[in-house]
């Protein structure tokens, strides 16, 4: 069993939809919670930073924790054309550090005008 | 302020040949993380480097791989005698401070092993 379970997709979605995105762990550690943007041909853009559990807001996007079901999700309210790419959960233990960075397999994301 | 630099994009090898690919961090950043992302898989960690350290290497294939940050110059990651399954994107992050996740990423060397 992976660490870090995530749909792979591919998601297709209209513009101005409501998206989300979720990933699964197992390792009960994990206290640093990411998601990372990526589109096509380039890097990973940190989106979203949380740490423990909770929601985050900015902007169109808002990062959900939840650490008893092991389960995080990032949804996109009034989604764009330009929202369309690789959305990538990463986590790590705490005091792990970068080094241990943990990414799930990466949700392809189009948004169709 | 320029972002993680990473050449080449895009690396032919054949298979026994080395490949070299070369990371500049971002500028005032002293430390350097080697990720690979195989197809269809996530980023997986291979090594963390600080100038003229390898703090963590435990991502790394114990044979034919290596990685150096030297003092002067960008960070290197070796592999020697490639073979197909070596054939990935291999990106390169920074950070300013080590115990940090939040971390830039280069747009990646894709090397692919004829």
């Known amino acids: 069993q992976k660490e870090v379970e995530q749909d792979p997709g591919p998601l297709s979605v209209p513009e101005g939809a409501i998206v989300s995105l979720n990933c699964t762990y197992s390792n009960s550690a994990f206290q640093y919670f990411m998601w990372y943007r990526q589109y096509s041909r380039k890097g990973p853009e940190l989106l979203m930073y949380?740490?423990?559990?909770g929601n985050k807001e900015d902007g169109r996007f808002t990062a959900q924790v939840d650490k008893s079901s092991k389960y995080i999700s990032l949804f996109i309210r009034d989604s764009q054309p330009s929202d369309s790419a690789t959305y990538l959960c990463?986590?790590?233990?705490?005091?792990?550090?970068?080094?241990?960075?943990?990414f799930g397999q990466g949700t392809r994301l189009t948004i169709n005008p | 302020n320029a972002g993680v630099m990473q050449n080449p994009r895009h690396l032919v090898r054949r298979r026994g040949q080395e490949a070299r690919l070369r990371c500049s961090p971002m500028k005032g950043h002293s430390h350097v993380y080697w990720y690979r992302q195989l197809p269809e898989e996530g980023l997986k960690f291979m090594v963390y480097?600080?100038?003229?350290?390898?703090?963590?290497e435990s991502g790394m294939p114990k044979e034919r791989f290596s990685a150096e940050f030297p003092k002067e110059g960008p960070s290197i990651l070796r592999i020697q005698q490639v073979v197909r399954g070596d054939s990935a994107a291999y990106f390169c992050?920074?950070?300013?401070?080590?115990?940090?996740?939040?971390?830039?990423f280069g747009s990646g060397t894709q090397l692919s092993v004829l």
């Open positions: 992050a920074s950070s300013p401070r080590d115990r940090t996740e939040k971390l830039f």
């Open positions: 990463a986590m790590s233990a705490l005091d792990q550090g970068a080094q241990k960075l943990v």
């Open positions: 949380t740490y423990s559990s």
């Open positions: 480097l600080q100038k003229e350290n390898i703090i963590d």
